[in-house]
């Protein structure tokens, strides 16, 4: 079965709009995993405008505690600044269970793209090998919706890589224009490809209860989905243990 993983980000955008320590990332975390969830995701960013690093610290133990992964994203190429020591270096502090690696920059309102592969392959070799040396299962953000996309996926094995993360937003976009069928039908082709070249995969961005199933039926090989913009807005009406039981009927079929 395709795994859950929870970003919460969102909770952190709530705290950080009124300050102070209220709502709880680590809280919310909390009740995502008592309703069953498989792990928690997040993404800081350098710019700290949702997730910082001591929330970093805190999922870390959560999630270490409870047994469940810990998957952190970020750009590994952003330098570190006041507040964010840099994306290797909080790996290398919590040694999440997997590292996503992705190329947004600080201006962006959220990930957007995948790597190019062929052009960023010398410059990912190190950055995969440094965190599966800390003991991180690697995955690095991919395209599907391209031909180029699709095409330089293999590339990722070729750096070291243990899975990628395919951008999911262009299906939830076509989805919503009723064209999803063949959008997913390039989903498809890219988890074949990037399967065929020994990657697992991975999908997030913009994934909801809305669209998921359909996702899952007709692009299959998914390992894992990280879900998070949708689903805290879903749980806002629904409760946080309804709207994980209904993503978990989904992943089970």
Known sequence: MT????NVNKIAVLRNSRGGD???VVAAATACLDAGAHGITVHPRPDARHIRADDVFALSEL???????????GNPFAPPRAGYPGFLALCEQVRPA???LVPDGDAQLTSDHGFDFVRDAQSLRPLVDALKAMGCRVSLFADAHTPSGRNGIAHAAAVGADRVELYTGPYAEAFA????EAMAAQFADATRRAMDAGLGVNAGHDLSQANLG????NVPGILEVSIGHALIGEALYQGIDATIASYLRILSG
């Open 98 to 100: 997997q590292a996503t």
């Open 214 to 217: 359909f996702f899952l039926e």
């Open 63 to 73: 999630t270490r505690a409870r047994g469940v992964e810990f998957n952190l994203e």
């Open 177 to 180: 224009a009723g064209e999803g």
């Open 22 to 24: 209220e709502p709880s």
């Open 3 to 6: 795994v859950l993983s929870v």
